[in-house]
Structures are given as structure tokens and as C-alpha cells.
């Protein structure tokens, strides 16, 4: 059975970072792509970051030139260096992998998410 367990959040103040874990475990053949998604209390999820089996990143606007999203497909784990963090980063994190297994070519899993908050 494949999960996603991510690790690494936590209260910090603002201007302050954290770095964030998630590691898949299970039958894995191949890694399409891992990425990052937020939640606020009354928000929809949102992406945060990306990453390709390449290495190629994806950033939305609001986290560029703050976060950085790094991988280690050996360990089949991504990373999410968070600095300089903002009160409105405030929202539980989810970790999120797009996978080849022995269901399917690619499918989408979903770790239980690690809340971040950050206060002034």
C-alpha cells in the first residue's frame, strides 16, 4: 500500500522558516512528479510547488523567490524549504505524488498533511 507521510511543520514567527518532508513508501516503480499543496481555514487547496522526476519546478505566485522545493527521488522524498515565512502562509500543508505503482501508470496520492502556522 503506497503513503505519503510528511513531517516538519510546526508554529514559527513571522520572517522565520521551516522545512517541510514528505517520503513515499510502498510497491513504487516510478515518480511522475511530488509536489505541495496548502489549505487555509475557508480556502480551497492550493498548489504551492511542484516538482518533475527532471527536476523541473513549478511555484505559485505568492511563495516565488521564498520557498524551494527540492527532491531526492532515490528516497523517494520532497522537500519544502519555506522561508521568510508570512502570517498568510498560515494553512495545513499536504503533501501530494502523482505515481506509477502496480494500479496505475499515474495516480494521484495524498499525504494526511502537516499544519504550518505562523504568527506575528
Known amino acids: 500500500q503506497v503513503q505519503l507521510v510528511e513531517s516538519g511543520g510546526g508554529l514559527v514567527q513571522a520572517g522565520g522558516s521551516l522545512r517541510l518532508s514528505c517520503a513515499a513508501s510502498?510497491?513504487?516503480?516510478?515518480?511522475?512528479?511530488m509536489g505541495w499543496y496548502r489549505q487555509a481555514p475557508g480556502e480551497q487547496r492550493e498548489l504551492v510547488a511542484a516538482i518533475t522526476r527532471d527536476g523541473s519546478t513549478n511555484y505559485a505566485d505568492s511563495v516565488k523567490g521564498r520557498f524551494t522545493i527540492s527532491r531526492d527521488y532515490a528516497k523517494k522524498t520532497v522537500f519544502l524549504q519555506m522561508n521568510s515565512l508570512k502570517r498568510e502562509d498560515t494553512a495545513v500543508y499536504y503533501c501530494?505524488?502523482?505515481?506509477?505503482?502496480?494500479?496505475?501508470?499515474?495516480?494521484?496520492?495524498w499525504g494526511q498533511g502537516t499544519q504550518v502556522t505562523v504568527s506575528s
Open positions: 501530494n505524488a502523482n505515481l506509477w505503482t502496480v494500479v496505475s501508470r499515474g495516480r494521484d496520492y
Open positions: 510502498g510497491v513504487i516503480f516510478s515518480i511522475n512528479f
